[in-house]
């Protein structure tokens, strides 16, 4: 059984960092394309970042070059490192899983955000000015 546990989140100030952390059992998620999406109050998931099962990442523009996403070497966990953050980046985060989604990139994982058959339970991040 897939499953996807979130954690990390927390409320921190403008400019400061945090790190999510998605582990997954059930599955190899070495061969799943692995996407944070976020959810802004009223709004859609957005995809925020993938990483497909070679470890090519892409980013939604308003994250480029603040985030991070990567695989654990000994661990099934997923993580995002958050630097520089803003309020704008405040959100519930979700991790997400695929095992066929291709190509796995942010732009391709958010237009088919509703083909994802597995998702953590989210982790709000709050971003204070």
């Known amino acids: 059984q897939v499953q996807l546990v979130d954690s990390g989140g927390g409320s921190v100030q403008a400019g400061e960092s945090l790190r999510l952390s998605c582990v997954a059992s059930g599955f190899t998620y070495n061969d799943y394309c692995m996407v944070w999406f976020r959810q802004l109050p009223g709004k859609e998931r957005a995809g925020v970042a993938a990483i497909d099962s070679d470890g090519s990442a892409t980013y939604g523009d308003s994250v480029s070059g603040r985030f991070t996403v990567s695989k654990g070497n000994s661990k099934n966990t997923l993580y995002l490192q958050m630097n520089s953050l803003k309020p704008e980046d405040t959100a519930v985060y979700y991790c997400?899983?695929?095992?066929?989604?291709?190509?796995?990139?942010?732009?391709?994982?958010?237009?088919?955000?509703?083909?994802?058959?597995?998702w953590g339970q989210g982790t709000q991040v709050t971003v204070s000015p």
């Open positions: 997400a899983a695929d095992p066929a989604l291709w190509p796995c990139t942010v732009t391709y994982a958010d237009f088919n955000r509703n083909e994802f058959d597995s």
